[in-house]
């Protein structure tokens, strides 16, 4: 067995469409999911809609701050994001504060595929300048970050999410597919359902 | 009309855990320490640093959206980095994010660039449709603050508090 860490440049470019569905697949209905800006929210929605998912569809880099309030809000419950690689380019001083906070629930997927895909596919100035950004995360306090070699790989690492104490940082490398599809663009109707999901609107019935 | 004794950090302090305030985080200013040192020494808040004020706005946000109440500390300059995170985020959303602002640049400031940015700060907040109040006097802050933030839990809407430095004794107040 290769024990030597996956590195981002030998990390397999997986299929986009795929890890979105292997993580809900893999979780359960229990933890909240995070969708951050764009296509990392894009594919949480394609991948069937949970009660506990927040789809977040502008503030960019935000994805890993809101999922930081949730985990805060509910340290029982699994909080995982999804955050795209230039997303987290934009807001790289929330990987110290959450290693700060140190939320032992806290698992953030970084969906790394080199290009601001969305906007056609610019390369992000990580990509240019060869930026690890998992490296950045444990340059930044998070000691539990890593890069995923495969999909056999990923598996082993979410299912190390859920067992053990984190806050993890899971890297993904992507490859340039798009999105199967789009969010449906309702924030309040979004926002609501996932406080209902979350039992933090408890009193009141839906209509 | 019985005169207020306590210092205003104190009624802040006093409001917040009124209304379930509990958790703070926050980007820090001189005038905001007292508060923010008040928070940190009793259990019942969960405060921190942020390395951005946006930061502590998609922070609130998640909490409130997982049941937990929480409000954002800043100074002026700030709060102006803010405009596409409120937009898009509490605005969007309908999500109560509350932030309270140390109102620099006006009133003796001695900074060009605190004093610049001190005039986008309510024009931001017309703009954004936010509820905004500046709290000025002692008399009037247990109210203001107070109704402010429960209005904004109340209809789920973003607020602001500005610190007027004719409440805090501003930057100068602290200084040497």
């Known amino acids: 067995m290769n024990t030597a860490p996956t590195t981002a440049h030998n990390a397999k470019r997986l299929p986009r469409a795929g890890v979105a569905k292997r993580l809900v697949a893999r979780i359960g209905d229990g933890p909240a999911v995070i969708g951050g800006i764009g296509n990392a929210n894009f594919d949480l929605w394609a991948a069937g809609h949970r009660a506990r998912n927040f789809y977040m569809l502008g503030s960019m880099g935000l994805a890993i701050p809101i999922g930081l309030g949730v985990a805060l809000a509910q340290p029982d419950r699994r909080v995982f994001v999804l955050e795209g690689d230039g997303s987290l380019l934009m807001q790289l001083g929330c990987l110290s504060t959450v290693a700060a906070r140190a939320p032992r629930n806290l698992s953030i997927l970084l969906l790394d595929n080199g290009v601001f895909q969305i906007t056609g596919s610019q390369p992000t100035p990580a990509e240019q300048s060869g930026t690890d950004l998992i490296a950045v995360a444990r340059g930044c306090g998070l000691a539990r970050a890593a890069w995923t070699a495969d999909e056999a790989e990923f598996d082993r690492l979410i299912d190390l999410c859920l067992a053990e104490d984190g806050p993890h940082v899971v890297g993904l490398k992507l490859d340039d597919s798009p999105p199967e599809r789009q969010t449906e663009r309702d924030p309040p109707q979004l926002r609501d359902r996932f406080m209902r999901g979350m039992g933090a609107k408890r009193d009141r019935t839906l209509g | ?176």
């Open chain 2, 1 to 176: 009309m019985q005169t207020e004794t306590r210092p205003w950090h104190a009624i802040v302090l006093e409001v917040f855990k009124a209304n379930g305030i509990r958790l703070i985080p926050y980007v820090p200013d001189n005038v905001l320490k007292p508060l923010i040192a008040a928070c940190h020494a009793d259990p019942f808040f969960t405060a921190f640093p942020t390395a951005r004020e946006e930061e502590a706005v998609g922070i609130v946000c998640g909490a409130w959206m997982a049941g937990m109440r929480g409000l954002c500390l800043m100074q002026t300059s700030g709060f102006a980095t803010l405009p596409n995170a409120l937009a898009s985020l509490p605005c969007a959303f309908q999500i109560p994010a509350l932030v309270m602002v140390s109102e620099r640049g006006t009133l003796g400031e001695f900074n060009m660039g605190q004093a610049m940015v001190c005039r986008t700060m309510r024009p931001i907040l017309d703009s954004l449709g936010m509820e905004h109040h500046t709290v000025s006097r002692l008399d009037e802050c247990e109210f203001i603050v107070d109704r402010t933030i429960r209005q904004a839990f109340m209809t789920q809407s973003p607020a602001a508090l500005i610190l007027s430095p004719l409440l805090t004794g501003g930057k100068a107040a602290v200084r040497g």
